[in-house]
């Protein structure tokens, strides 16, 4: 880590000597929703006059630097906000917030200002952003909102199975995506055995999607990245919304702590099936009880401490249960209980500061905590006898993270950054008791820690008016069971415009991902184990090149992209035949074979993906949504599994479509409701499955 500080103390210095050369002046500043004042990310700010711009990072902070002039036309303009426009004398650094105004409809300066939102007109490709409001209108399985289930309905990404919000991405399995909110990852992100995802709508800013081309400063995962942001709060009033459904209700509340300077944002959901459900069980039970329940809560603070320096706090909590527990009596008078629990859970908390060093550089250092854990137990009891098993396996992570944004000119923007990660994990703990045979009695933990650091550095470069580039590369380091492992991950996207409104776009990107999953269900049941690589089992790695043809019909608001991929992995994990992963078989006193258990569990191999993607997006107007279809093939192959030949993954997917549309009826205003008509259609191929003779 000492040489990774090294390294990106010289970068910043080079940085400095670069933007002392240049003599300009910078427009800086924050652009926030004109009614709440929250922060507003990705938001072009376009400048017609040399026909270049930026967009707000993820704290809504922008940056652009320029020569002097008299006189200069400077656009803001975001899906759902009436533009705006401002016409400045740049002949000194100026800081300027601007405010947008939510609007149902498009003025005419915003139809100028929409060259900074055209697909066509940015750097990135393979990325998909999904506004709140679209995920919100779609209609749901139970009524639940879920903004995993809205990425399935996106090319690319495969479903699970039937009802299930596991996805997988381009051939990757479902360990391989990397889930982000604010920050922390997410380990586990399902309720109801993969039923529904945890992430509550209401409680959400953004969601983006990245399935290839992947910027430097994301790593640790194979296939995709998911990053969330939660709502900051309302900073200007209190404010709510709930809503009951089929299975749950939920309850958002924010608000000003200090008007205008700090807010607050509070959104919980419970589901009340167990409620529903007791009177019938207990009825077919005989008295006996069970049930299953989960909830979410979600919490953000924030501050302005003045203009250079801002605070936030957010933590997700949230947990599942399946309780089960019935007594009776025999015939000879003896009585008998029986209690089964399992429960698993997420717990995240986000500790992040905010400081302008000046107009150019932006800086962000976030502390994360991250903790996932499930529970098995089953207690059985008489007069004389008593049966106590508990099993139970999480991973636990403390994060260090410093970003910096630099924006020396209009030709470049430049991240960098370093992380350092403390990993936690229990691959197995067992408690076993049985009076009646003592002997048997066990008691054994295994805890695992493993250390992760990362440096990086990007520059979404423009070489000329027709040709972008973003160009990173990240190093890579983890130590665990006194084995290390170094890489060096490049990353590569380019960008040409054919035409103003057509561009071809092509990408190249290694990943290594240093924890797996171990897994043999498919469907993100609680009982799968994050382990860590180790001696015998190396890290997965990723390659994967990408070309796309992206196409913008401005005056029919569509946005058209057509993408071809090829990926190749290694390293990847399979469950060997007929192992089992609860571990139960290695209770030995050995603390070799408990330790190394699921290690002979599993096999490494390798698995190609390739494919075309088609997408066609419409976000704004009184009819908004989306036309995507995947072709794809994924294979894999391991020695030690069906005898070493090549087989289509369980998730491979020939053909698969899908059909969304959003239609506004009447739209909101101050006298009536909106009413909106929404509908979903998908087709897919039957999934790969062998049946043994």
């Given at each position: 880590m000492r040489k990774s500080s090294l390294l990106l103390l010289l970068f910043l210095n080079s940085l400095t000597f670069y933007s002392q050369s240049q003599p300009s002046y910078t427009i800086s500043g924050y652009i926030r929703d004109k009614e709440s004042k929250e922060l507003l990310l990705g938001v072009p700010i376009y400048v017609p006059s040399i026909k270049t711009g930026v967009v707000t990072n993820n704290f809504g902070f922008y940056s652009i630097t320029l020569p002097k002039q008299d006189s200069l036309l400077v656009l803001y303009s975001y899906v759902g906000y009436a533009a705006v426009s401002k016409l400045i004398q740049l002949d000194k650094n100026i800081v300027l917030n601007i405010d947008l105004e939510q609007s149902a409809t498009l003025i005419t300066v915003e139809v100028v200002a929409e060259k900074a939102e055209r697909v066509s007109n940015s750097s990135s490709m393979s990325v998909i952003d999904i506004p709140i409001n679209q995920i919100k209108e779609l209609p749901a399985f139970l009524g639940e909102k879920d903004v995993l289930k809205v990425l399935q309905l996106m090319p690319g990404v495969q479903k699970g199975s039937e009802g299930s919000a596991g996805f997988y991405v381009r051939g990757g399995g479902a360990d391989q995506n990397l889930i982000i909110l604010d920050d922390a990852p997410v380990y586990n992100a399902f309720h109801l055995f993969g039923f529904f995802s945890l992430f509550n709508g209401d409680a959400l800013k953004n969601v983006t999607l990245i399935k290839g081309g992947f910027p430097a400063r994301y790593g640790g995962r194979l296939s995709s990245v998911v990053e969330m942001n939660m709502k900051d709060g309302n900073k200007e009033k209190l404010h709510g919304e709930g809503g009951i459904g089929l299975i749950s209700s939920r309850l958002t509340l924010e608000g000003p702590l200090v008007k205008g300077k700090s807010s607050f944002l509070i959104a919980a959901r419970r589901t009340y099936i167990d409620v529903l459900m007791q009177p019938v069980i207990k009825a077919l039970n005989d008295g006996g009880a069970a049930g299953y329940y989960f909830y979410d809560l979600n919490a953000k603070v924030n501050y302005d401490l003045n203009e250079r320096n801002r605070v936030f706090?957010?933590?997700?909590?949230?947990?599942?249960?399946?309780?089960?527990?019935?007594?009776?009596?025999?015939?000879?008078?003896?009585?008998?209980?029986?209690?089964?629990?399992?429960?698993?859970?997420?717990?995240?908390?986000?500790?992040?500061?905010?400081?302008?060093?000046?107009?150019?550089?932006?800086?962000?250092?976030?502390?994360?905590?991250?903790?996932?854990?499930?529970?098995?137990?089953?207690?059985?009891?008489?007069?004389?006898?008593?049966?106590?098993?508990r099993y139970y396996s999480g991973i636990q992570d403390l994060s260090l993270k410093h970003d910096l944004d630099y924006h020396p000119n209009p030709k470049h923007y430049i991240r960098t950054g370093v992380i350092v990660t403390s990993h936690t994990f229990t691959p197995n703990a067992v408690v076993v008791k049985d009076s009646d045979f003592p002997e048997t009695d066990?008691?054994?933990?295994?805890?695992?820690?493993?250390?992760?650091?990362?440096?990086?550095?990007?520059?979404?470069?423009?070489?000329?008016?027709?040709?972008?580039?973003?160009?990173?590369?990240?190093?890579?380091?983890?130590?665990?069971?006194?084995?290390?492992?170094?890489?060096?991950?490049?990353?590569?996207?380019?960008?040409?415009?054919?035409?103003?409104?057509?561009?071809?776009?092509?990408?190249?990107?290694?990943?290594?991902?240093?924890?797996?999953?171990?897994?043999?269900?498919?469907?993100?049941?609680?009982?799968?184990?994050?382990?860590?690589?180790?001696?015998?089992?190396?890290?997965?790695?990723?390659?994967?090149?990408?070309?796309?043809?992206?196409?913008?019909f401005s005056k029919q608001n569509f946005a058209l992209t057509v993408e071809g991929y090829y990926k190749k992995m290694n390293h990847i994990i399979g469950f060997k035949e007929g192992a089992s992963f609860l571990g139960f078989d290695q209770m030995g006193n050995d603390s070799d074979v408990i330790n190394n258990s699921w290690e002979n569990k599993v096999t490494q191999g390798k698995g190609t993906s390739y494919g075309a993607e088609i997408l066609l997006q419409r976000k704004e107007g009184k009819f908004t949504g989306w036309v995507g279809y995947t072709l794809s093939w994924t294979q894999l192959q391991f020695d030690e599994l069906n005898f070493g030949k090549k087989f289509y993954a369980k998730y491979d997917r020939r053909h698969d479509i899908s059909l969304v549309g959003i239609y506004k009826i009447k739209e909101m205003s101050e006298k009536r409701k909106a009413i909106t008509l929404s509908g979903t259609w998908v087709y897919g191929t039957g999934n790969a499955l062998s049946l043994p003779l």
């Open positions: 706090l957010s933590g997700y909590f949230g947990q599942d249960k399946f309780y089960f527990k019935d007594q009776w009596e025999e015939d000879n008078g003896s009585s008998y209980k029986d209690k089964i629990n399992l429960g698993w859970g997420n717990a995240t908390a986000t500790a992040r500061w905010n400081h302008l060093y000046g107009g150019k550089l932006f800086s962000n250092t976030s502390f994360i905590f991250t903790d996932y854990k499930f529970l098995i137990a089953q207690e059985s009891s008489s007069q004389n006898t008593l049966y106590k098993l066990r008691s054994n933990k295994t805890i695992v820690t493993g250390y992760e650091s990362a440096v990086y550095v990007e520059d979404d470069y423009r070489v000329t008016p027709l040709l972008k580039i973003n160009a990173g590369l990240r190093f890579t380091d983890f130590a665990a069971q006194k084995r290390n492992y170094f890489n060096i991950e490049p990353r590569f996207t380019a960008s040409y415009n054919l035409k103003e409104d057509l561009a071809v776009k092509g990408s190249y990107a290694m990943m290594n991902q240093y924890i797996q999953l171990v897994s043999n269900t498919g469907v993100g049941l609680p009982t799968d184990l994050w382990v860590p690589s180790t001696k015998n089992i190396m890290p997965q790695q990723a390659q994967q090149v990408a070309l796309e043809v992206a196409k913008d």
